[in-house]
């Protein structure tokens, strides 16, 4: 006996199966939905600079990464409480990483994460941490040292200028390196510093850069975001170098280098780490070993060949782990041994830096 079932189970039949087939294909969608990244900028990021550089290593991360990803970009965002709104916002939309790109976010940022633990927060050049929070940084010692040992062959007047923008460790490593370098080929090179008390500060940096010039300083560097000591240089005919990213175009003549930080190769490192469940809290610190900075477009017609070479055997010390450029003996400004002959500081110890190694000409504001 054949036993029919009711006409209206039997037109429930296919609609089930409809339904079936959309919930699963929205499971599906949600599966493959993007990743939200998103950057917090201190600034825009221009053509040159900090936030131009940090821009380029986004762009390179959307182009590896495609439709897997979907990045969001804060821009001018200041380093103040006004911070933390940003930040907040970007977590509760949902975003699976949030990068703060500038050192004085790490307070305010730090503070949205504890309220948001299933994000991974990224601070850039920081020191603090917490079980979804974690810091990033490039050694750009190291480039700056390469850049003090161009220096040290190019001055004609052994002084040499620094426009310094806030006293943190970070800017103190690299004026302390810059002078190392040029001294270890040129002892009597000393460097002149002046801070700006800004990371950005166009008026500010050219007046510091115009008084280093009258004080007697032929070679510039900078840790300030703007091409302005770079444009300064060059209408003064001394050299300088470019800083975060390359700014031939704003001092052709005058650029002796450019101490470029490639922030995509870390971004994507990042990414890859959190999508694979692989991320943790370990601070990351990269350098020319990693391909995360160098010295790059080295100006050959100002760049003597001695230099060149000079440059290309210390970079590769520097990448096969021979030589730190904060190796001992090392001398404060008073002539004070601070690191001794066979020791060197440690990475804890770089992180604290604030004291002047002997040739620099200024102090580290309290």
């Not at 040290?152 to 007047?157: N, Q, R, V």
């Not at 103190?172 to 040129?186: E, K, Y």
């Not at 008084?211 to 703007?226: E, F, P």
């Not at 500081?345 to 604030?354: F, G, K, P, V, W």
Request: hydrophobic share 40%; with cysteine.
């Amino acid at each position: 006996m054949k036993v029919r079932l009711p006409r209206a189970r039997r037109v429930c039949a296919p609609l089930l199966a409809a339904l079936f087939a959309a919930l699963t294909s929205g499971i599906g969608h949600a599966a493959t939905a993007p990743m939200g990244v998103a950057f917090v900028y201190l600034g825009n990021p221009g053509d040159a600079g900090w936030t131009y550089a940090h821009e380029q290593g986004v762009k390179a991360v959307e182009a590896q990464y495609g439709d897997k990803i979907k990045v969001t970009r804060v821009e001018d965002v200041p380093e103040s409480a006004d911070s933390e709104r940003v930040f907040r916002d970007l977590a509760a939309k949902g975003n699976k990483i949030i990068v703060g790109s500038s050192f004085g976010f790490q307070d305010f940022e730090l503070k949205v994460a504890k309220d948001y633990p299933d994000t991974v927060f990224m601070h850039a050049t920081g020191y603090k941490k917490a079980p979804n929070f974690a810091t990033y940084d490039v050694r750009t010692y190291q480039s700056a040292y390469l850049a003090g040992v161009v220096a040290g062959y190019t001055t004609k007047s052994n002084t040499l200028g620094f426009v310094g923008s806030v006293p943190v460790p970070e800017v103190v490593r690299n004026i302390d390196a810059f002078t190392m370098g040029a001294r270890s080929v040129n002892p009597k090179v000393r460097t002149k510093v002046i801070w700006i008390n800004s990371w950005f500060d166009p008026g500010k940096e050219k007046q510091a850069a115009e008084t280093l010039i009258g004080q007697g300083a032929d070679v510039l560097i900078q840790n300030t975001d703007s091409t302005a000591t770079m444009q300064t240089a060059e209408q003064k005919k001394v050299h300088a170098f470019g800083w975060d990213s390359d700014m031939k175009k704003f001092g052709p003549n005058a650029q002796l280098g450019a101490c470029v930080s490639y922030w995509g190769v870390y971004y994507s490192h990042l990414i890859q780490q959190v999508m694979s469940g692989t991320w943790t809290n370990a601070p990351v610190w990269w350098g020319l070993k990693e391909k995360a900075i160098d010295l790059a477009d080295i100006n050959t017609q100002a760049v003597s060949p001695t230099a060149q070479k000079a440059l290309a055997e210390k970079r590769d010390a520097i990448v096969a782990g021979k030589f730190d450029p904060f190796a001992g003996p090392i001398k404060d400004q008073s002539g004070a041994i601070r690191v001794a002959a066979g020791k060197a500081l440690s990475d804890t110890d770089l992180l604290r830096l604030n004291w002047f190694v002997e040739g620099v000409d200024g102090t580290v504001p309290k």
